[in-house]
């Protein structure tokens, strides 16, 4: 078969335009910068070359929308994981009373001592109460009136050991413990006097306790070091 050649030269504006021509198969294309012209029989195809900058351009401008979209996918589990990480939530937190002893307590009588201490006995402990400057070991965990958790030795998985009625607990816990007897529990309503005078500046994600504001303590007395040896 014969072969014809065809050329389109596009005129753009100027004399001095390159055409390049090849003649191969019935196929002639010409090139006239930068716009690609192929003829084929009598069909024309004209197909505009984009520019390098523009392809880079297109290119950044996706590559941006990618790592946008991975930030935000990432952002969203780091915040979950954050919420999670601040705190179990309030039903969920280690307590020594629970929904059961909550509605029991309402039916114990409130004892109120003559410094303004107010407790009430959840269990009676057995044998006798620990004499001034013992060494005490206690669970305990430790509210504010709305029963938000500001400290407590349950989450922090060990008893607290401390001489009792020596000042180095608030006035209100030793009080509070030396009336106690092993194995008892009792939740405390400490009076402003006697807990803390200048405030406690707590943990993060917990409450702030105010100076002087009441605060509410169940505590457990698990064990008197020595206590027990006395009595054999």
Do not use: H, W
């Amino acid at each position: 078969m014969a072969s014809s050649s065809s050329t389109l030269l596009l005129p753009l504006g100027s004399s001095s335009g390159k055409r390049i021509s090849a003649n191969y198969q019935g196929i002639s294309c010409a090139k006239v910068r930068g716009v690609l012209v192929r003829c084929s029989n009598s069909e024309l195809t004209v197909k505009a070359a984009r520019s390098r900058g523009y392809m880079d351009q297109f290119c950044l401008t996706k590559r941006r929308d990618m790592i946008g979209l991975l930030l935000g996918v990432s952002s969203l589990v780091i915040d979950s994981f954050e919420a999670e990480g601040a705190g179990l939530p309030p039903e969920e937190k280690p307590r020594l009373c629970d929904g059961s002893c909550e509605k029991e307590l309402e039916n114990i009588p409130m004892v109120t001592t003559e410094s303004g201490l107010q407790y009430k006995d959840i269990k009676v402990g057995q044998g006798p109460s620990p004499p001034v400057g013992f060494q005490v070991a206690a669970n305990y965990v430790a509210m504010v009136p709305s029963g938000q958790i500001f400290d407590s030795s349950l989450e922090k998985g060990q008893v607290y050991i401390f001489r009792v009625g020596s000042g180095q607990v608030i006035k209100g816990l030793d009080e509070g413990i030396l009336s106690m007897k092993i194995g008892g529990k009792r939740r405390l309503y400490i009076p402003g006097s006697l807990a803390f005078p200048k405030g406690l500046n707590s943990a993060p994600g917990r409450p702030r306790v105010a100076p002087s504001s009441p605060v509410i303590f169940d505590v457990s007395l698990e064990y008197v070091p020595g206590l027990e040896i006395e009595e054999e």
